[in-house]
């Protein structure tokens, strides 16, 4: 079962958020990114390295100089550091596809709302430590609930229901591992949905 609860946490890890959401959105409702399709594989990709890649390596570089002692991050202190280069790394990421790749206004806004989480857990993470991957995937959800109103059709009913069941599973591996306590996974998942639904209303 801990094999199976890492590799949830691994294959859900919240700098993939962007990356899933995309790909979501572009299968279940096209006419929001309104990107064609032979151009679909070539902005996911991109989309990729920039909102994974890019910080991933990051946090691998702060390891290798001795500035964290893990991948992990377990500790709230260990994650400041790494949360403020990601920050900062997402804010330049959202300013870069908003202004000199602005192949979708839909997503420049949904570049917000993740950055915002982002900046979010940071600020909190001075004072607390919650679970990161239970506010990216209840944030996941704050973004999707408002876009099944906003779609005519039925389309992202089932993506969106999965959603719950994954963050579910998610919150639940992250326990088994005792990554975190009850709280700061229940905490971690208010906030992320908070931000992510207000800011789907605020935006859209």
């Given amino acids: 079962m801990k094999v199976v609860a890492k590799l949830i946490s691994i294959l859900f890890h919240p700098l993939l958020l962007t990356t899933y959401l995309v790909i979501v959105l572009m ?25 994974f890649v890019l910080p991933a390596l990051n946090v691998a570089m702060l390891r290798s100089f001795g500035t964290i002692s893990s991948l992990t991050l377990e500790s709230r202190q260990e994650r400041i550091v790494p949360f403020i280069f990601i920050s ?20 420049s806004k949904l570049m917000i709302i993740i950055t915002a989480m982002i900046v979010v857990s940071l600020v909190i993470t001075f004072f607390y430590k919650i679970s990161i991957h239970s506010l990216a995937m209840s944030g996941g959800i704050g ?5 099944n109103k906003a779609s005519e059709q039925v389309n992202l009913l ?25 709280r700061e996974v229940m905490y971690g998942g208010v906030v992320g949905f908070l931000v992510g639904f207000v800011g789907m209303i605020m935006l859209f």
């Fill in 88 to 107: 900062l790394l997402y804010i330049l990421i959202t300013f870069l596809f908003h202004y000199k790749l602005p192949f979708s206004a839909t997503f």
């Fill in 158 to 182: 089932w993506p969106t229901a999965i959603t719950i069941v994954v963050a579910g599973l998610v919150m639940s591996a992250r326990l088994f591992l005792g990554a975190h306590t009850p």
């Fill in 27 to 51: 299968f279940f409702f096209p006419s929001m990114l309104m990107v064609r399709s032979e151009n679909q594989l070539v902005i996911v990709s991109l989309i990729f390295v920039f909102t």
């Fill in 143 to 147: 973004i999707l609930l408002p876009l």
